[in-house]
């Protein structure tokens, strides 16, 4: 399985949440992978800005998909 489909899968994993996650926790939401496949992903897609980490109060980060949004085809409106 290559980053790029695991990271749509790990993205989709905390989609489905729609709230923070904590980042030891979402091995969980991915059976099959690995801890090294999920930190990889969540790497990637932090990068790309497609998911968003965060350091709480305990300092345990937590992790949360954002929202993408599609281009408006003007031609359409």
């Known amino acids: ?3 790029e489909t695991i990271a749509v899968r790990v993205r989709e ?3 489905d949440l729609g709230t923070d996650y904590p980042m030891e ?3 969980r939401l991915c059976p099959g992978l690995s801890w090294n496949q ?3 992903a969540i790497d990637h897609l932090s990068r790309t800005g497609l998911i ?3 350091l709480d109060s305990t300092r345990n980060y937590r992790l949360r ?3 993408t949004h599609k281009p408006v085809n003007s031609a359409v409106l």
């Open 1 to 3: 399985m290559n980053t």
């Open 52 to 54: 968003r980490v965060t």
């Open 13 to 15: 994993a905390l989609e």
């Open 65 to 67: 998909a954002l929202p």
């Open 38 to 40: 999920v930190f990889l």
């Open 25 to 27: 926790d979402v091995v």
